[in-house]
């Protein structure tokens, strides 16, 4: 374990502060005194070093109904846990004894050591919504899908699973050429999601296929690949999505959580949420609708000549990214 990895973000609630550490565990501190409340350690790093970045973990969510409150974490060894905010302990209520195991929701078979969890998770309502890391192996062209999964946060029973690789009949899989969506994985939202709790919609930064750098075993604009979509809160129905780069390639995908604004724009309000990406663009849009608030710009890039990729005349399979109009920058 690195200090340097030590990325949590604080959540203050009543005067109370709770944090992650690195390796996972969880505190509740006094924001005025500093005086540690409570600390509870799930042993996540019982299984080994997480995948990819290793022993880090951004923080927790925090849940109320007015009666009950609590503290979720997903851990590193790909559970979801429910801890009472007054005194640390697992809610026997939640999942079995307070946690849920998350990986079987996948709906394939993976290698566990790939994947993990370290962002906190999003709460909407009595859901609780879940992403994750997948490891970046250049070696592969099979892994773990990035699918986001909600549960109910006074029971722990699985809500929903929005597949960030479409499935069998769902929309958008024929952009999965060669059925490579049965083996292909990563497509995660390892950064934070948004939620606009008034409208129940969560906002979902989908990142990039396996793996990061080549795409020949994956043929087509992969969505929901480095894509916002939004889903309704309580189903995970898609309400709208917008891709930025079809195709993706060199690891572009969206690095922070979507951000939610309200603005006056041509004399118009506007309810609107902004995407920024690793290219140094923010794409602005209609939080409802998703329509684009400025026009956004799409242009082809060149075809590619590497081995085993095609390199196919016009029109051919379209690989663009997309670039927002220069006022939202």
């Known amino acids: 374990m690195r200090r340097g990895q030590f990325k949590t973000i604080p959540l203050e609630v009543g005067g109370r502060v709770f944090v992650s550490t690195s390796l996972g565990q969880v505190a509740a501190v006094d924001a005025g005194s500093g005086e540690t409340l409570w600390a509870w350690d799930p042993e996540s790093w019982r299984a080994g070093r997480p995948a990819n970045l290793g022993f880090q973990h951004r923080g927790v969510a925090f849940w109320t109904d007015g009666e009950r409150e609590r503290v979720l974490i997903p851990t590193h060894d790909r559970r979801l846990v429910s801890l009472d905010a007054a005194t640390g302990e697992p809610d026997p209520a939640f999942g079995d004894g307070g946690a849920v195991e998350m990986t079987p929701h996948l709906g394939r078979k993976v290698m566990e050591r790939l994947t993990t969890h370290s962002s906190p998770p999003a709460i909407c309502g009595n859901t609780v919504i879940v992403g994750s890391i997948v490891a970046d192996f250049a070696t592969h062209k099979e892994a773990p899908p990035g699918f986001v999964r909600a549960y109910d946060i006074p029971t722990g029973d699985l809500a929903w699973v929005f597949h960030t690789i479409p499935q069998e009949d769902e929309l958008g899989v024929e952009t999965w050429e060669n059925e490579s969506w049965r083996y292909s994985g990563n497509t995660n939202v390892w950064s934070m999601i948004a939620v606009d709790e008034e409208a129940g919609i969560a906002y979902l930064p989908i990142g990039t296929p396996t793996n990061d750098l080549y795409g ?54 506007v309810r609107g949420v902004v995407q920024v990406t690793k290219q140094a663009f923010a794409f602005v849009f209609d939080r409802t609708t998703g329509k684009p608030v400025w026009e956004i710009e799409e242009r082809e890039v060149p075809p590619s000549e590497v081995p085993g990729r095609p390199n196919p005349s016009p029109p051919g399979p379209l690989r663009s990214t997309a670039r927002a109009s220069p006022r939202t920058t």
């Open 216 to 269: 020949g075993h994956r043929l087509g604009d992969n969505l929901y690949a480095e894509s916002i979509v939004a889903v309704d809160c309580e189903t995970g129905e898609r309400q709208w999505h917008y891709q930025f780069v079809h195709h993706g390639l060199w690891d572009y995908d969206p690095p922070t959580a979507p951000n939610l604004f309200e603005a006056t724009v041509n004399g118009k309000p």
